[in-house]
């Protein structure tokens, strides 16, 4: 079989040398060749000051460098160097939280084309341990029911770091994005939904994170909400289409 289609993993990361090896391990390479794809994982370094870059780069993975802090700096700094060569993207964290041997289940719908974006669902899926606090499932469940009734996103868990987009849709999105820390989940399904493309959660398992916890829950909160506020009122500057030509699973062979 002729690998025809290129998988990019970014990776963005600050201080996580205890959970990035797992993550980079687990991504299933042998099992996307099987279904045509060569993958690239680059690692975003969020200007960390333990050994994650090298405890990537030992791995021979892509690493680079984002000096400005937060998790939109450096998931900006990621899409800039996914390849032209790309066909589907794939963002998940460095702290082993989310599972990336589960990385076919995000892809599937858009390989068959059925949607465009594909959210990992923590809600709707397998929930380990202590891994989601009451207070933030209770906010996620709030801040989701919001952007479903005021968006129209059909999405199951709004501040999942686990999604897949094809190619085209980062390449539409990431102009318009503005976000420097962790509003960035809630900036891109925002602006997806107001540009029209089709999204949809699949369930994933979320585990106990390895490693401290980044997020500063009231002024990250905040910051989200306000991303909700500001955004309604949001329009991308020319209507973009939402329909791309893309290979289906039996094309890739």
Same mark, same amino acid.
């Given at each position: 079989?002729?690998?025809?289609?290129?998988?990019?993993?970014?990776?963005?990361?600050?201080?996580?040398?205890?959970?990035?090896?797992?993550?980079?391990?687990?991504?299933?390479?042998?099992?996307?060749?099987?279904?045509?794809?060569?993958?690239?994982?680059?690692?975003?370094?969020?200007?960390?000051?333990?050994?994650?870059?090298? &405890?990537?780069?030992?791995?021979?993975?892509?690493?680079?460098?984002?000096?400005?802090?937060?998790?939109?700096?450096?998931?900006?700094?990621?899409?800039?160097? &996914?390849?032209?060569?790309?066909?589907?993207?794939?963002?998940?964290?460095?702290?082993?939280?989310?599972?990336?041997?589960?990385?076919?289940?995000?892809?599937?719908?858009?390989?068959?084309?059925?949607?465009?974006? &594909?959210?990992?669902?923590?809600?709707?899926?397998?929930?380990?341990?202590?891994?989601?606090?009451?207070?933030?499932?209770?906010?996620?469940?709030?801040?989701?029911?919001?952007?479903?009734?005021?968006?129209?996103?059909?999405?199951?868990?709004?501040?999942?770091?686990?999604?897949?987009?094809?190619?085209?849709? &980062?390449?539409?999105?990431?102009?318009?994005?503005?976000?420097?820390?962790?509003?960035?989940?809630?900036?891109?399904?925002?602006?997806?939904?107001?540009?029209?493309?089709?999204?949809?959660?699949?369930?994933?398992?979320?585990?106990?994170?390895?490693?401290?916890?980044?997020?500063?829950?009231?002024?990250?909160?905040?910051?989200?909400?306000?991303?909700?506020?500001?955004?309604?009122?949001?329009?991308?500057?020319?209507?973009?289409?939402?329909?791309?030509?893309?290979?289906?699973?039996?094309?890739?062979?």
């Amino acid at each position: 079989m002729n690998i025809a289609n290129k998988l990019t993993i970014l990776i963005p990361c600050y201080n996580e040398e205890k959970g990035i090896g797992k993550v980079i391990d687990a991504v299933p390479t042998a099992f996307l060749s099987q279904l045509g794809y060569l993958t690239e994982i680059i690692v975003i370094d969020n200007n960390s000051t333990d050994k994650t870059a090298y &405890v990537a780069r030992k791995r021979k993975v892509t690493v680079i460098r984002e000096k400005k802090k937060g998790k939109g700096n450096a998931l900006k700094t990621g899409f800039r160097a &996914v390849s032209r060569n790309t066909d589907i993207v794939v963002m998940l964290d460095g702290d082993d939280t989310y599972k990336a041997h589960e990385i076919p289940r995000l892809i599937e719908p858009l390989i068959s084309n059925f949607c465009d974006v &594909v959210i990992g669902s923590r809600l709707g899926g397998k929930v380990k341990g202590n891994s989601l606090k009451l207070q933030n499932r209770i906010a996620n469940w709030g801040y989701t029911f919001l952007v479903r009734q005021f968006y129209g996103a059909n999405t199951t868990d709004l501040l999942s770091g686990f999604v897949a987009w094809k190619k085209e849709v &980062v390449d539409q999105l990431h102009p318009h994005l503005e976000s420097e820390g962790f509003a960035i989940e809630m900036e891109m399904i925002t602006k997806m939904s107001k540009i029209g493309f089709e999204m949809y959660s699949v369930p994933i398992t979320y585990d106990e994170r390895v490693g401290q916890s980044k997020i500063e829950a009231f002024s990250d909160g905040f910051k989200i909400l306000y991303t909700l506020i500001k955004n309604l009122t949001w329009k991308p500057e020319k209507q973009i289409p939402t329909k791309f030509p893309f290979k289906t699973f039996s094309e890739s062979f």
